[in-house]
């Protein structure tokens, strides 16, 4: 059988070949340790480092000196949040973010809520953008941090991050943006705020490999999550992972590179398989804003299907019924029930993420066996 069309890139991307060429050397003979300024290996090591943290900042139009490298975005979101958390505690201890973050920042701030921390959970329209006057009035005196994410894992939804900036900037708070499924696909630069983050298998790099890049026009200081030899610069203990670093930072090199025209590309393949799924599947619509969106993501309503039996159904398509990361709860998706769709709606609802390596061919192969499954569940279905 031949292996499925993938279509799941919000949740993993494929390692692009280039980025596995210029990881190789460091996964064989160029193995020595970053941290090891003694000797040739070391060097190598750290040079390969210096470069990578070089080829992430220019992504993004930051410093450098501002990226710090983790094992991937879930850590740089823990190391964020907690961060913040505890060095300024004593200037409050209340914390806003959006009902539709990640489960990532949705966990941690629950974790905060039992030691004592207060979070506001700001719900969104039907579109899935925040209301800004309505984040301006939950913002208090006590309020340390703000953090909405920049664009959605489920929906593709881009939050209006510079008016979000400037608000939260104006009020003396901290702005953090779960940035992970932005960088590398839309333009993102450091400035816009105070806390991004980023994982490399997001945009064809390794899994396992990330960073929190700590804005400097306002610097935050944050606690270390990890205590350990002192590595980045006292911000995060542990041996570098340089092959996983090296491979970031190639990632972001290409990203900057290609990421306007693979952006075109995709998004007129994603039009093309949404106007088709639209055209051909009664009373379908799209979860989410439609205009303000990552240009590969389609999440979409599909009225009477029961997603989770209809998915393997079509063992030719590799998509997804929400976030990888909830995909064995069972439960319906917290961000497009934040959208106001009920239980039944989210979850008869997919989501399809394109990528770099998907084709024309591909695109209409998937489309006809998307529909022609729904029209035989239909039929099956009694009436």
Known sequence: ??????????????????????????????????????????????????????????????NPDRVVFTSGATEAINMAIKGVARTHSAKGRHIVVSQTEHRAVLDTCRYLEQTGFEVTYLPVDQEGIVDLAMLETEIRD???????????NETGVIQ?????????????CVFFSDSTQAVGKIPVSADQADLLTMSAHKFYGPKGAGALYIGSARPVRLTPLIDGGGQEKGRRGGTLNTPGIVGLGKAAEIAAREME????????????????????????????SISARLPNTINLLLPGMEVAKLIPKLPEIAISAGSACSSGSG??????????????????????????FTTDAEIDRAGELIIDRVEAEWTLSPS
């Open 331 to 356: 439960k319906a998706s917290h961000v497009l029930k934040a959208l106001g769709l009920s239980d039944v709606e989210a979850s008869s609802s997919i989501q399809i993420g394109l990528g770099r």
């Open 1 to 62: 059988m031949a292996r499925p069309i993938y279509l799941d890139c919000n949740a993993t991307t494929p390692l692009d070949e280039r980025v596995l060429a210029a990881m190789m050397p460091y996964l064989t003979g160029e193995f020595g340790n970053a941290s090891s300024r003694t000797h040739a290996f070391g060097w190598a090591a750290d040079e390969a480092v210096t470069q990578a943290r070089e080829q992430v900042a220019s992504l993004i139009n930051g």
């Open 160 to 172: 209006p991050v510079d008016a979000i900036a400037d608000l939260v900037r104006s009020r003396g």
């Open 142 to 152: 006590d309020t340390i941090l703000v953090g909405l994410i920049w664009a959605n």
């Open 261 to 288: 025209d693979d952006g075109l590309r995709v998004g007129r393949l994603r039009d093309k398989l949404q106007s088709r799924l639209l055209d051909r599947i009664t009373g379908a619509r799209v979860n989410g």
